[in-house]
């Protein structure tokens, strides 16, 4: 039975609680940016694009006021710091290039969510019958990403703003369906478990007659 992730409580409680506030801030800050020209995945390349040349504007400082330092060190220390600041401005001069690839990654993560879930329920479903309506979670999260993937080439501010809210839903909805998924492979490992054991006592205790005999 596939039970990855799910062995540990806190690392799904951490998961479903990122998900859920990256899915509320999707959701709230795309109306904020209702009125300007960029959406909320312009932003967020232009802000990575920029954090990437600022790290490499204060490494090169650093680099430059530590006179302390070796040259080899200083030399690796200047030339990192020129790569990232090259780095951040061509992301944000290529912003709706590197938009396009955020955007498709984003949609195959949200995918990759939605479709593993449904995975880990059916092998669930083997061991431990349940409502078929635990599916209807991460269904849903699975055809939201699809939303997102299908709009990812489409540069208007507009479908922007779909994909957005689908990707936040989508996030929501999959820290929803993590916390429902975790009763039912909790169950479905503990009557797993409890097989095993049955069948070791069972393969035990023919053995053990043997002996007193």
């Known amino acids: 039975m596939i039970t990855f992730g799910f062995k540990d409580s806190k690392s799904i409680y951490t998961?479903?609680?990122?998900?859920?506030?990256?899915?509320?801030?999707f959701i709230l800050i795309t109306p904020a940016l209702?009125?300007?020209?960029?959406?909320?995945?312009?932003?967020?390349?232009m802000l990575t694009g920029a954090a990437v040349a600022l790290l490499g504007v204060v490494e090169l400082v650093v680099a430059l006021v530590?006179?302390?330092?070796?040259?080899?060190?200083?030399?690796?220390?200047?030339?990192?710091?020129?790569?990232?600041i090259v780095l951040g401005a061509?992301?944000?001069?290529?912003?709706?290039?590197?938009?396009?690839?955020?955007?498709?990654l984003v949609a195959l993560f949200l995918l990759l969510l939605g479709l593993y879930q449904i995975i880990i329920l059916i092998s669930a479903h083997r061991a431990l019958r349940f409502?078929?309506?635990?599916?209807?979670?991460?269904?849903?999260?699975?055809?939201c990403g699809a939303i997102v993937l299908i709009g990812g080439l489409t540069a208007n501010k507009n479908m922007q703003d779909v994909m957005c809210y689908a990707a936040g839903?989508?996030?929501?909805?999959?820290?929803?369906?993590?916390?429902?998924?975790?009763?039912?492979?909790?169950?479905?490992?503990?009557?797993?478990?409890?097989?095993e054991q049955e069948a070791v006592v069972v393969d035990v205790e023919?053995?053990?007659k043997v002996d007193e005999q």
């Open 15 to 25: 998961r479903a609680a990122i998900s859920g506030v990256l899915g509320v801030a």
């Open 34 to 45: 209702r009125n300007s020209k960029a959406g909320l995945f312009d932003v967020l390349v």
């Open 66 to 84: 530590k006179k302390d330092r070796p040259r080899t060190e200083k030399t690796r220390m200047v030339s990192s710091a020129v790569v990232s």
């Open 90 to 104: 061509v992301i944000c001069g290529t912003a709706k290039l590197i938009m396009t690839v955020f955007i498709v």
């Open 131 to 143: 409502s078929t309506g635990f599916f209807v979670l991460p269904a849903i999260v699975t055809i």
């Open 169 to 195: 839903v989508s996030l929501i909805l999959y820290s929803i369906s993590e916390l429902v998924a975790m009763t039912r492979i909790r169950k479905a490992m503990d009557a797993y478990f409890a097989e």
């Open 206 to 208: 023919p053995a053990d």
